[in-house]
């Protein structure tokens, strides 16, 4: 896992990533976080997340996917369905599904530059410790980045 200090979705469109990863709820909501920034930078993501069956708790460890233009490159946005709902506090984060949707982008990406921010530790409220080891394991031998907002 490499880790850098930078925007994502600028990142992204910039050409750094050929894939990039953010972590959803199974409600199609996309309003807080970094999926409420990709919503509004990508709404293609937004749309195949609104394609989804709304509220099903079988989208954990699953995702959906848009392919965006960015100038003269293509970037896939992809929803990783990691926490089954939004409210209340404590740990919303699911370590399962989190460890089944990075195992299933290994498979259907490998070989692509990816990047994501704090998956499920964040809003979600995860130990990132744990979740960069079921990443990291799930994603090994890949070109794989780990991007930070610089501290304010």
Not at 22 to 36: K, R, S, Y
């Amino acid at each position: 896992m490499k880790e850098i200090t930078g925007d994502l979705i600028e990142l992204a469109k910039q050409g750094e990533f050929d894939v990039i990863v953010h972590g959803c709820n199974c409600f199609c909501a996309m309003g807080a976080g970094i999926a409420a920034a990709i919503k509004q930078a990508f709404p293609e993501a937004h749309q195949a997340d609104l394609a989804t069956a709304e509220g099903q708790r079988a989208k954990l460890g699953t995702y959906s996917s848009a392919q965006v233009q960015c100038g003269t490159h293509q970037v896939v946005v992809v929803n990783a369905y990691t926490q089954y709902h939004w409210r209340g506090r404590g740990v919303l984060a699911d370590y399962t599904a989190i460890e089944q949707v990075f195992t299933a982008i290994k498979r259907d990406f490998a070989g692509a530059r990816i990047g994501y921010p704090l998956i499920g530790a964040g809003l979600a409220g995860g130990d990132w410790q744990r979740i960069r080891r079921l990443i990291t394991h799930a994603l090994d031998q890949e070109d794989h980045t780990l991007v930070t907002l610089p501290d304010r």
